[in-house]
């Protein structure tokens, strides 16, 4: 029994750091544009082609960037933690 609440209690340690870890990530990008946008906005409003200035650019980034994230969070949950949570549970 002993044994079995350690890895639970190591699994959810894990758990957390891999989701602190895409926390921290998914915080450093999007302020870092907020700021970019706040701080530098020739650079922002900078235009790469008619119609597409760096701004929007980096913004879609941010969005493809959180879905990515949101993706690799899922991806492990399902391979790594619920695999492992389900062999506690037996």
Do not use: C
Request: charged share 20%; aromatic share 12%; hydrophobic share 55%.
């Amino acid at each position: 029994m002993t044994d079995r609440h350690e890895r639970l209690r190591q699994l959810a340690a894990r758990r957390l750091r891999f989701a602190s870890v895409l926390t921290g990530a998914m915080i450093v990008l999007y302020f870092g544009f907020i700021l970019s946008i706040a701080f530098n906005k020739e650079l922002m409003g900078r235009l790469l082609r008619p119609g597409l200035s760096l701004g929007i650019l980096a913004g879609a980034v941010v969005i493809v960037a959180s879905w990515l994230m949101t993706w690799v969070y899922i991806r492990w949950a399902n391979n790594t933690y619920d695999r492992e949570l389900a062999e506690l549970q037996q």
